[in-house]
């Protein structure tokens, strides 16, 4: 029972130890040592405008593969309440995804 505990605690300690052994800092070079970077409102907005493209496009890409099958039902005279809506919210996704791609910078 009394070498368990001792088990238990040692363990413990080792755990505890690992991550801050890892955290060491070379104190001969201090100046190598980089400061956090604060992204700048502009990188803020860009990475914003980034990931709603992206979220864009892929709501976008699903709206393309529902609309796809309900193609499928209109051959078949059957036209689903949500068709037209999803069109619309295509043709709205498209464009904006189109403007966003245009103010995009170009990679050379």
């Known amino acids: 029972m009394r070498s368990s505990r001792c088990?238990?605690?040692v363990l413990g300690v080792l755990?505890?130890?690992a991550p801050l052994s890892s955290q060491s800092v070379n104190?001969?070079?201090?100046?190598?040592?980089?400061?956090?970077?604060h992204?700048?409102?502009e990188d803020l907005r860009a990475r914003a405008a980034n990931l709603q493209l992206q979220k864009d496009v892929k709501e976008l890409a699903g709206l393309?593969?529902?609309v796809s099958n309900d193609m499928d039902h209109v051959n078949q005279?059957?036209?689903s309440?949500?068709?037209l809506e999803k069109l619309k919210r295509m043709e709205k996704l498209s464009k904006r995804v189109?403007?966003?791609l245009a103010q995009a910078p170009t990679a050379h």
């Not at 104190?27 to 970077?37: F, L």
């Open 27 to 37: 104190p001969m070079h201090p100046q190598e040592i980089e400061v956090q970077k």
């Open 98 to 100: 189109r403007e966003q």
């Open 64 to 66: 393309c593969a529902s």
């Open 77 to 79: 005279g059957l036209l």
């Open 81 to 83: 309440k949500d068709a």
């Open 7 to 9: 088990l238990r605690l």
């Open 15 to 17: 755990l505890l130890a």
């Open 39 to 41: 992204s700048s409102p």
